[in-house]
């Protein structure tokens, strides 16, 4: 009963209602993940103090501009852990000022991070996380078996592999977090170990399995077979050991694969524009995505910055995009277009221009290929409660998936 | 579709919109180049548009330049004096030459001008509007209007709207952009950069307008010898376009060049840009409204009463079912 509840409060908080405001507190990682999309990670670009209080002051002090119910206060690298000291410092400064201003986000906050949880154990993380346990979201980065997370996920410098060092802190995070989800992260090279990392990730006790293929234009030909075999083999072995009865693969879902209403399903699918990200020169961006160290092509988005604050126009086109003005027709008429992801810093990063306004289409096969597996799932998981009649019973109780993309 | 051929002569070629043309030296269009930019614009069927530059042009420039119907946009500060007479557009930088010019009624003139200057002497306009065929004017720093501002802006459209009543009440037809623009229009007449104008510039190369080149050389968008390449050509049109398609500021400019600078985007305007628009718009309402009084005049025009200055602000209650439908019938036809 209590990790429902704590499903339900993270879907709660994911629903819009929330402003997502993210701190780059460093460019550095002690990993090299091979599809990391951050290409311009360095050592120097650590956030200052001075820095993220000025944010915080601007911030907090524009309460009319952020109307959101509610925030998430989000931290991301590089690895956001490496900077726990400044981490802490800004929680205790953002609880005080809150408190103080009278904020209407004030007991309506959290404080989220995506880390590789290398250092999850040590005393500074913890004593922070014991600190700020009723506020806090941490996801762990694992991706599956071993050999497939170490296939990517690899230390610089030597390219040792990290699964050992993550894996042995998942116990302690599960202990803390029960209901935590992990991200899996799904380029060419890890297409073959699909099947066996996700039901690894479910015996580690991992019961939510955010998994995504990479936005970017890294598919070798004949891909989709394969990816499409992988998820095929992966439907049997949830439905057939039973692993849909209490675990989660965002894989598989219900809302895939369906024709979209070029009218009432126009919404832009990513929340570029709806965030805020600051890094450590004080630059403000739609989302972490639009910062230099994320671009392979094009120049930072910048919206503005913490003396200046946002300069609204620039948000301008994010807040107006839709799916029909940044689409082709093949997608405009694509079938199967819902559940179709994009992200909207990699539209901009590909794009024939500096546009934000032209969809990057590198996931179409797989995409196809997803759906095609994704039906074969739901005919066959419905089709085996139905003959054991409990289609009812599992429709009134299913769990979802986290639908998060990025 | 395109229509019109800007064809930049030089590099100091004067400037008669939004942007400057900087600390640009004399670089004269090679005559090949010249000619070539002219053929293209014969066998593409363009109406050619030259801007020229302040000094006089070689005699064989200006015989290949007769050779095509084309229009002449000059400066007032141009010393070839048989060249200003024969302008079709003449640009005025400063008011101060604007009030020394001869006028002529059967011209159009373009008054480029920061807000400032155009706060303070406004009122000098009146007299210019009644002696021209058309006076267009460019606010040169739009980008910058405070509140304050907007507020100055329509309180001065304002005035000068009832002398254009007037005029109008007294059987004249004076075309002032700002003004008069809208209540003519039945549908959007914006600037038409990289849709149906295209610029050539001395180098050679297309531009998707004169601003466009004098900020970056490299921003081209094709060659002589190898034709137009606009990438993402469908940004440029105004179904492609979130705010202004749903827009009746019919006569703003809908300035691609500053869309970019101040958005970063080409088919999304500045919330200043759009507020602009709409005090140009509503004062050119009234103005409808008011001439009216004196008895029937343009009835095909409605200019509906609206509560916002900038579309973006009611964004959450479009209309956008006919303009998808216009959208997915475009890309089927285009994709």
């Given at each position: 009963?209590g ?11 994911q ?7 993210t701190f780059i ?8 993940c ?8 360095n ?15 601007y ?22 852990f ?21 904020h209407?986000w ?17 005393p ?18 694992i ?15 030597t390219?040792r ?19 935590g ?6 380029s060419?090279?890890?297409?073959p ?5 996700v ?40 439905i057939?050991?039973g ?12 809302q ?24 450590a020169a ?19 988005w910048?919206i ?5 604050g ?12 839709d ?19 994009w ?11 500096p ?7 590198a996931i ?5 290929a ?37 | 579709?395109?229509e ?8 100091t ?14 670089k004269?269009?090679p ?23 302040d ?12 050779s ?19 302008a079709?557009v ?14 002529d ?32 004017i ?5 980008e910058?209007?405070t509140e ?6 329509k ?5 000068l709207s ?20 809208r ?10 950069a990289?849709i149906s ?13 004169p ?23 469908q940004?440029?049109k ?13 006569q ?12 970063l ?8 840009q ?5 005090l ?26 609206i ?18 439908q ?6 089927q036809e285009?994709?």
């Amino acid at each position: 009963m209590g990790e429902m509840q704590i499903r339900e409060d993270a879907r709660a908080w994911q629903s819009g209602m929330a402003k997502n405001i993210t701190f780059i507190v460093t460019k550095d990682c002690q990993l090299a993940c091979k599809y990391c999309y951050l290409v311009g990670k360095n050592v120097k670009e650590r956030m200052s103090w001075e820095t993220a209080k000025t944010f915080i002051d601007y911030v907090l002090s524009h309460e009319d501009d952020f109307p959101e119910e509610s925030v998430i206060w989000d931290f991301i690298g590089g690895e956001p852990f490496l900077e726990i000291d400044l981490i802490d410092m800004i929680c205790d400064y953002l609880k005080q000022r809150m408190f103080e201003l009278n904020h209407h986000w004030f007991n309506s906050y959290r404080f989220s991070f995506s880390t590789n949880g290398i250092n999850y154990h040590e005393p500074k993380v913890q004593k922070f996380i014991e600190k700020n346990r009723e506020h806090l979201s941490i996801g762990i980065t694992i991706d599956g078996t071993e050999k497939k997370h170490d296939l990517n996920r690899v230390y610089k410098i030597t390219e040792r592999g990290s699964y050992k060092d993550v894996v042995r802190n998942i116990p302690l995070w599960l202990k803390q977090f029960p209901g935590g989800g992990t991200k899996v992260t799904i380029s060419s090279a890890d297409i073959p170990y699909i099947t066996e990392s996700v039901l690894h990730l479910y015996s580690l006790g991992i019961h939510e399995v955010n998994i995504n293929v990479v936005f970017e234009d890294v598919w070798q030909e004949g891909d989709d077979k394969k990816f499409e075999e992988q998820l095929l083999s992966l439907a049997d072995a949830i439905i057939d050991g039973g692993y849909y009865q209490d675990y989660a693969c965002s894989f598989f879902t219900e809302q895939l694969g369906k024709p979209l209403d070029p009218v009432y399903d126009n919404n832009n699918w990513c929340g570029a524009g709806r965030m805020l990200s600051v890094d450590a020169a004080g630059n403000l961006y739609p989302c972490t995505r639009f910062a230099q160290y994320s671009l392979r092509e094009k120049n930072a988005w910048i919206i503005g910055n913490i003396k200046d604050g946002i300069d609204k126009n620039k948000l301008r086109p994010f807040l107006t995009l839709d799916r029909i003005t940044q689409s082709n027709s093949e997608c405009l008429n694509c079938e199967i277009a819902s559940g179709c992801a994009w992200c909207q810093g990699e539209n901009y990063d590909a794009a024939d221009t500096p546009t934000v306004f032209q969809r990057a289409t590198a996931i179409c096969k797989m995409h196809k290929a997803r759906v095609r597996a994704n039906n074969y799932y739901w005919n066959k998981l419905y089709r085996k409660l139905e003959l054991e009649g409990k289609r009812e019973e599992f429709e009134k109780n299913k769990k979802e998936s986290n639908p998060t993309i990025c | 579709m395109l229509e019109y051929l800007i064809i930049q002569l030089d590099d100091t070629s004067t400037s008669y919109c939004h942007y400057e043309i900087g600390a640009k030296e004399h670089k004269l269009m090679p005559l090949e180049t010249l000619k070539a930019g002219i053929r293209f614009g014969m066998l593409e069927n363009l109406m050619i548009q030259f801007v020229y530059p302040d000094y006089k042009l070689p005699d064989d420039y200006a015989a290949a330049i007769e050779s095509i119907d084309h229009n002449k946009i000059v400066s007032s500060l141009c010393e070839d004096e048989a060249l200003k007479a024969e302008a079709d557009v003449m640009i005025f930088h400063e008011w101060t030459g604007l009030s020394l010019a001869q006028l002529d009624e059967k011209k159009s003139y373009v008054l480029r001008t920061a807000k400032a200057d155009l706060f303070d002497r406004y009122l000098f306009l009146k007299d210019v509007i009644s002696k021209v065929m058309r006076l267009n004017i460019v606010i040169t720093d739009v980008e910058t209007f405070t509140e304050e501002d907007f507020e100055k802006y329509k309180q001065i459209l304002h005035i000068l709207s009832e002398h254009i009543e007037k005029a109008y009440v007294a059987g004249k037809s004076p075309q002032f952009n700002i003004l008069t623009d809208r209540m003519m229009l039945e549908k959007m007449n914006n600037c038409g950069a990289g849709i149906s104008n295209i610029t050539l510039a001395p180098n050679g190369k297309f531009y998707i307008c004169p601003a466009f080149y004098y900020e970056n050389e490299e921003d081209c968008v094709g060659n002589l010898e190898n034709g137009l390449d606009i990438k993402n050509p469908q940004l440029y049109k105004l179904d492609y376009a979130p705010i202004c398609r749903h827009c009746d500021a019919y006569q703003c400019k809908r300035c691609i060049w500053l869309n970019r600078k101040t958005t970063l985007e080409v088919n999304t305007p500045s919330h200043e840009q759009c507020v602009v628009a709409h005090l140009e718009r509503n004062a050119s309402r009234e103005m409808l409204e008011n001439i009216r009084k004196h008895g029937s005049f343009m009835p095909q025009i409605e200019i509906k009463e609206i509560d916002y200055l900038d579309p973006f602000d009611v964004r959450e209650h479009w209309d956008e079912e006919l303009l998808q439908q216009e959208l997915i019938k475009y890309h089927q036809e285009n994709y």
